[in-house]
């Protein structure tokens, strides 16, 4: 077995001591980088990208190289599931992602296969085993998927949206077909990431990206539910093992859930994620033992380092001296950010964070 040199990570997941507070970046495998730019070129397109895992995985690697990252995350896309299911993803240059199908009916739904990970998805599998190989324990590997609300949008609105009315109408008008989906979705996620942690994730992560588009009632009802049913069935090993590998910690990210971090924190997931709007301070005074992965405006990375630092600081103080907190972004990086400020970034929390933390 494989032993992990930085699990400074997976410790923080289960609020242990770490000597310093663990960053990894959502998006961290990106266009800011020009390897990356020359990696999609290589590929021809974003799906051919993630579907040759030999690619995938060197993806993967490329921020790690540069930076001293706590994590990797496994590229892909949040939209596998419903490409799998036979929509036909694609990205359009400039609009972002498009399905050549869209949901509009009940029979639409019906229709709809579970789709079986180690057939539609195993490039994902492959993109993960080979990862954990070249990474030879360098730091723990991240798999993730969207959530089950965040899918359904895509799938219904048949793309990015502004507006969500299609599944706003199909919400209201007819709830019934919206909850057949998310709970074909959920089964489909649940599947989907028990193979990702057999093919060697150490840690799982779901984006419900649009979840803050959602009124208080609806988010309980059509999101934090079908993520509910998710943890559920996720075989996530020991939690009580003193061996960290022997458990696999979920993190459930909300973008824009701060009015509901008390119902998400329930659900039993082991992280909260946070976007920028929360302050840290008002989640430690709840005095529950979760950890947190909170995140930092990207947009403060085009500040000069003076900023960025200070930024920094306020976020390292919102959290305190607790053990269980994760830095991260609270959106993907953008790709216009100079890669000096992420190296920046990268060590002002490394360092600054060492007086928050005690042997």
């Known amino acids: 077995m494989t032993i992990l040199k930085n699990d400074r990570y997976l410790r923080a997941l289960r609020c242990l001591p770490v000597d ?5 970046m959502m998006r961290q495998a990106g266009r800011y980088l020009p390897e990356y730019r020359q990696l999609r070129t290589k590929a ?29 995350i496994i590229f892909s896309d949040i939209l596998t599931i419903p490409d799998a299911m036979g929509l036909g993803l694609h990205f359009e240059a400039g609009e972002g992602p498009k399905f050549e199908h869209t949901i509009n009916t009940i029979a639409d739904i019906e229709k709809l296969p579970i789709p079986d990970p180690s057939e539609l998805l195993n490039y994902v599998l492959e993109a993960i085993r080979l990862t954990r190989r070249e990474l030879d324990g360098k730091v723990p590997l991240i798999g993730f998927s969207g959530s089950p609300w965040t899918l359904a949008t895509y799938m219904i609105e048949g793309g990015s949206s502004k507006t969500f009315t299609k599944i706003k109408k199909m919400m209201y008008c007819n709830p019934k077909a919206l909850h057949l989906l998310l709970n074909k979705l959920a089964h489909a996620v ?19 990206t649009w979840g803050g588009i959602l009124s208080h009632h609806c988010y309980q009802e059509f999101s934090l539910s079908y993520m509910q049913q998710i943890l559920t069935e996720l075989k996530r090993g020991q939690k009580n093992s003193h061996n960290l590998t022997d458990y696999i910690p979920v993190t459930l990210f909300t973008k824009g859930g701060g009015l509901w971090l008390e ?4 659900t039993g997931c082991d992280a909260i994620g946070v976007d920028w709007t929360v302050d840290l ?31 920094v600081l306020q976020t390292l103080t919102e ?7 994760i830095f991260n972004l609270g ?22 964070s060492q007086r928050f933390h005690h042997d």
């Open 44 to 72: 021809g397109d974003f799906m051919t990208l993630c579907r040759t895992p030999e690619l995938a995985c060197e993806a993967t690697l490329q921020p790690l190289r540069r930076f001293d990252l706590d994590a990797a």
């Open 190 to 208: 649940a599947l989907y990431l028990n193979a990702q942690i057999e093919a060697g994730a150490q840690s799982i992560m779901i984006f419900d």
């Open 281 to 311: 301070s008002h989640i430690m005074a709840r005095g529950k033992q979760i950890a947190v992965q909170g995140n930092l405006d990207p947009a403060v990375l085009y500040a000069d380092k003076q900023t960025i630092d200070w930024q």
């Open 20 to 24: 310093y507070t663990p960053i990894w």
């Open 319 to 325: 959290f305190g001296c607790h053990n269980g907190h």
């Open 331 to 352: 959106h993907g990086i953008h790709q216009d950010i100079p890669i000096e400020h992420v190296q920046f970034l990268i060590e002002s929390v490394h360092q600054q």
């Open 263 to 266: 119902s998400i924190i329930q």
